[in-house]
């Protein structure tokens, strides 16, 4: 090795040979070394990135000190990834349902569940799945899901997806959710794109589904039926039932069955669909007394409008949902209370579906800080920091009551439920009282919320601008009409 750097030395030590005759080549003169900077220590090259990679999450990024009376998420031994995901979604503390039942569940047994909405259940039997997917891995393929969650809503199965891939953006598993009323050939394209480990569905498309064998569901390791007493109220039991047929027995899957209400027949559904399972009841005034302050307002039809408007005002509510029982008040409402400067959006059953989610996004964007809705969205959502609930209209069935007022104050979080009571809906109260276990304190309007209205403004033209434009492209011409060509003659045709 030392002979053969010598000889490479020589061989450039020497002067060069002609080319050509009388021709040389002119010897070029040694570069100059190229300066080292005076920060550089001699022997050592520093390589810049320009992405220097993160130091990796571990749980001594996640501190959280034990209270008396409350559950962490630390005391049940969860794969990091999921640990980071609710360090990141600001987890700190189980609610009362997560803790009663995430002992149970994340062991492997069935349970059945009395829970109202804002109370965590969905955050419960996601960390359960994720959990048991992460610890035992199977071979993936397309059309068998390890998972089915069946909901009654479009906007409870677009909820789920969301909680859903909030928890397991560190776990690498995959969610499709599939709904009827939009989306059709997105879904079927999202199934046979690559494999889906959780389904979260209605009933009605994913049969449709299913008869198209886009999806089997001889391999589902979990069920959850969620919102069942909704799900009996709709009519979608029969169509329940065929589903939970197509998967393993009970025996070889594991089963969670949530319901705001256990009457003797959503009962009778939860036994013939679950083995053994642990039954945990948490109380309407559990779930929505202590986070929410309630207050009622007892007012007449005529002032109820102004009583509204003054409070959305006078308090500068940023996000609020208002609740009416029918689709016409939902879209009255909304459009007197734009002429009063508010921001408001409609969500109801005469607004198509991808309109909704449009909606949606822009009232969680702060793009509408009232949103005006029907029942339709009394259950399945949740959006983050919204500060009142509003019953314009207090609810035909007292059970909604309390899902309405489960928008604010959802896990943990502290919210308040203004209601209005005018001449007829007073006597839905003792019926609310008595769902609630509690008297209700109710009292008449502030002078605040008794204050005139100034004039609203007018309402929006109906014209569009496009119209407004040609009106004024047109003016003062004369309409002309389209001159009809002569017909030909024989003879023309045949000269």
């Known amino acids: 090795m030392k002979q053969l750097i010598r000889f490479i030395k020589t061989l450039f030590a020497r002067s060069p040979k002609r080319q050509n005759a009388g021709t040389t080549i002119p010897e070029t003169r040694p570069t100059e070394p ?24 571990t749980l001594d990024n996640f501190q959280v ?53 804002g109370t965590g259940k969905s955050a419960t039997f996601i960390i359960t799945l994720i959990n048991r997917f992460v610890r035992t891995s199977v071979k993936r393929e397309k059309k068998y899901p390890r998972a089915l969650i069946l909901a009654p809503t479009r906007e409870l199965v677009y909820q789920i997806e969301k909680d859903f891939k909030g928890l397991a953006k560190f776990s690498h598993l995959r969610i499709v959710s599939v709904f009827g009323g939009t989306g059709y050939q997105k879904q079927q394209t999202l199934l046979t794109d690559k494999p889906a ?42 169509d329940v039932r065929r589903l939970i047929y197509m ?13 705001a209400t256990l009457t003797d027949e959503v009962l009778r559904l939860a036994e013939s669909w679950t083995r053994d399972a642990v039954r945990i009841e948490i109380d309407p005034e559990q779930a929505a007394a202590d986070t929410i302050t309630q207050i009622v307002y007892l007012t007449t039809e005529n002032d109820k409008f102004k009583n509204v408007c ?8 940023e996000r609020v949902i208002i609740f ?51 029942d339709v969205a009394a259950r399945g959502l949740h959006i983050e920091n919204i500060s009142h609930v509003i019953n314009y209209d207090l609810p035909l069935e007292p059970e909604h009551y309390i899902h309405r007022i489960g ?13 209005f009571a005018d001449e007829m809906s007073s006597f839905q109260i003792p ?46 011409k004369k309409p002309c009409r389209k001159r009809r060509k002569p017909a030909k003659t024989a003879a023309a045709k045949n000269p």
């Open 431 to 476: 019926k609310i009282e008595a769902v609630l276990g509690h008297k209700v304190s109710c009292e008449y309007p502030t002078p605040a919320l008794e204050a005139d209205l100034p004039a609203p403004a007018p309402p929006p033209s109906k014209q569009t601008p496009k119209q407004n434009q040609t009106k004024g492209a047109n003016k003062g």
């Open 34 to 57: 190229t300066p080292v900077p005076a920060n550089r220590e001699a022997g050592t090259v520093k390589t810049s990135r320009s992405n220097p990679r993160k130091p990796r999450w």
């Open 247 to 259: 998967t393993p027995h009970k025996d070889k899957r594991q089963t969670l069955f949530f319901s």
């Open 197 to 238: 480990d959780v389904i979260a569905a209605t009933p009605g498309r994913l049969l449709d589904f299913i008869s198209k064998k886009l999806i089997d569901l001889s391999r589902i390791e979990i069920v959850v039926i969620d919102e069942a007493d909704r799900m009996l109220d709709m009519g979608f039991i029969p």
């Open 65 to 117: 000190a034990p209270q008396e009376g409350k559950t962490r998420f630390h005391d049940f031994k969860l794969p990091t990834g999921l640990m980071h995901a609710i360090y990141d979604l600001n987890f700190k503390y189980c609610t009362d349902i997560q803790a009663r039942l995430l002992p149970h569940t994340l062991d492997g047994r069935d349970a059945t569940a009395k829970a109202q909405t």
């Open 310 to 317: 003054n409070l959305l005002i006078s308090e500068k509510l």
């Open 407 to 419: 928008r604010t104050g959802r896990a943990g979080a502290t919210g308040t439920s203004v209601s």
């Open 324 to 374: 009416v029982n029918r689709k016409d008040t939902a879209r009255y409402l909304s459009e007197k209370l734009s002429r009063y400067g508010q921001n408001a959006g409609v969500l109801s059953g005469d607004v198509a579906q991808d309109k909704r989610f449009k909606v949606l996004n822009r009232f969680k964007a702060g793009d509408l800080n009232v949103l005006v809705a029907t």
